[in-house]
């Protein structure tokens, strides 16, 4: 059964198709900058190399029309016509209280998904696009929505409820809901299948450490707390964003410097994190290349300051999850940092062994570019693993479990 996976954000679709009955990755791209000049479509079918193609899409509609007559051209398609595509999944960022599982697309859901738009305005209404240009386009072909927040609706009220007036919550639901369930998910499955237990057995703090980045805390096999809350800026400090603050510092800053609600919102999501305090770039890597001694020559002490803020923070939510669980058996790396920056996992790691984690250095060293494995040292209590993170892949598999059961 073929599916296609779509993940639509504001400005970008990206796509891929899989064969699900030999789980194999078939196609993937992006469209970028979509209702935006420029648009353009990246695109690579299996192994063969990428290709660009200049194209006009003034909205999500047009953009995915690119993509399905990419993927039925007779040079870089990977079906003859569009009646091979069985089943579409799709990334939906917000499902609120009302999705604790992957679902099947029905006008109820629409509705449900529609009414979540006010706690992910930026987030929900291309994942909304996404879906109702399938529709026109595909009228048959069942839908799926898979969610970021699905995972952590198995949190506990003492995790999820903020310390405000609890009318907040029974009249307006806001509560922490957590995001990249479906890579939690993913690698800590995947961490059991490593280490060979059961995964309703084991205690797993996972670590996604992307441009967007967060910690989860999963006791046998259930999400019990999470680091992002109501919406993806809370916790760890990030590319752009500022992770945990003072409160009472938005209340300052916008008053001191006169700001709009709209310009304290950019400041936080899209000025602060890595990038605020680096003042040079929000991308690790270009931090990471001179760390610690040619960043200091290079006159940029900021760079390595931020580095080791944003290891710090990941540390401090390591040392709460090992206390929420009472210990844990596996501390999991993924994501674009956390999947290939042995020096951040070096400063998270370091000194942890009261906590029983304890890197091998030349393991660490080694394990990067979509490699996973076991990187401790033998006699570590904690077995620290990276395992490269499958976001597409959970999709599709949701979405064949439940097409499949239709
Ligand atoms: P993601 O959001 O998962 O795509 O991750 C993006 C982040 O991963 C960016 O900050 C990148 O700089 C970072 N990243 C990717 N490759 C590396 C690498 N080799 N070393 C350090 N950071 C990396």
Known sequence: MKILVLNCGSSSIKYQVFDMDYEALLAKGLVERVGINGTFIKHQRGDQPKI??????????????????????????????????????????????????????????????????????????????????????????????????????????????????????????????????????????????????????????TCHLGNGASVAAIKHGKSVDTSMGHTPLEGLVMGTRCGDIDPALVLHIMKKENLTIDEM???????????????????????????????????????????????????????????????????????????NSPIIRDLVCRDMDFLGVKLDPEKNKKTWRGAEGDISTADARVRTLVVPTNEELVIAEDTYAIVRKK
């Not at 270009?286 to 290079?298: F, I, R, S």
């Not at 006159?299 to 580095?307: F, R, S, T, V």
């Open 265 to 339: 919102d950019t400041l936080l999501n899209k000025k602060a994190g890595i990038l605020g305090i680096s003042q040079w770039s929000s991308d690790q890597r270009d931090l990471e290349d001179g760390y610690p001694e040619q960043n200091l020559k290079n006159n940029k002490p900021l760079a390595n300051l931020a580095l080791e803020i944003f290891a710090y923070r990941v540390r401090k939510y390591i040392g709460a999850y090992m206390a929420v669980l009472n210990g844990c058996d596996a501390l999991v790396f993924t994501a674009g940092v956390g999947e």
């Open 52 to 205: 660009t193609r200049d194209i006009e899409a003034k909205d999500h509609k047009e953009g995915i029309q690119h993509v399905l007559e990419i993927l039925t051209d007779a040079d870089q398609g990977v079906f003859k016509n569009l009646d091979e595509i069985k089943a579409v999944g799709h990334r939906v960022v917000h499902g609120g209280e009302k999705f604790a599982d992957s679902v099947l697309i029905t006008h109820e859901v629409l509705e449900a998904v529609r009414e979540c738009v006010k706690f992910a305005p930026l987030h929900n209404p291309p994942n909304l696009k996404g879906i109702e240009a399938i529709a026109a386009i595909l009228p048959n072909v069942p839908q799926v929505a898979v969610f970021d927040t699905s995972f952590h609706q198995t949190m506990p009220p003492v995790a999820y409820i903020y310390g405000l007036p609890y009318k907040y919550y029974e009249q307006d639901r806001i509560r922490r809901y957590g995001f990249h369930g479906t890579s939690h998910r993913f690698v800590s499955h995947r961490a059991a299948q490593l280490l060979q237990k059961p995964y309703e057995k084991l205690k797993i703090i």
